[in-house]
């Protein structure tokens, strides 16, 4: 079982940078693929991150590629979501996500449904 609290949301202008960070408990953390998603109001949850276990691998979302960074520190057992320029399209609630233990590559975690627990959420509002 592993438990998932998101922190680092809030209101910032566009262009400025924000962190996420995903607080996990339990011992499968550290083999395990750590994801972000995003929902904004009416749409669909939307994949935006992934890092394997070893953090030698990451993919990203067409929208957030070369303005976000994914990161983690198995010592703390912590993901991250580094957000820099956000765009008021940006503006969502984030989610963490973690996989089952496995080894696959990181483009291959993409989906909502290999991700059995996830944390509740942390707003990010990015205004114009």
């Known amino acids: 079982q592993v438990q998932l609290v998101e922190s680092g949301g809030g209101l910032v202008q566009a262009g400025a940078s924000l962190r996420l960070s995903c607080a996990a408990s339990g011992r499968t953390f550290s083999t395990s693929a750590m994801a972000w998603f995003r929902q904004a109001p009416g749409k669909e949850r939307e994949f935006v991150a992934v890092v394997t276990r070893s953090d030698s691998s990451t993919f990203y979302g067409d929208s957030v590629k070369g303005r976000f960074t994914i990161s983690r520190d198995n010592a703390k057992s912590t993901v991250y979501l580094q957000m820099n320029s956000l765009k008021p399209e940006d503006t969502a609630v984030y989610y963490c ?10 483009r291959d ?4 449904y290999q991700y059995p627990y996830w944390g509740q959420g942390t707003q990010v509002t990015v205004s114009s």
Do not use: F, H, Q
């Open 97 to 106: 996500a973690a996989a089952l233990p496995s080894n696959g590559r990181a």
């Open 109 to 112: 975690y993409t989906r909502e």
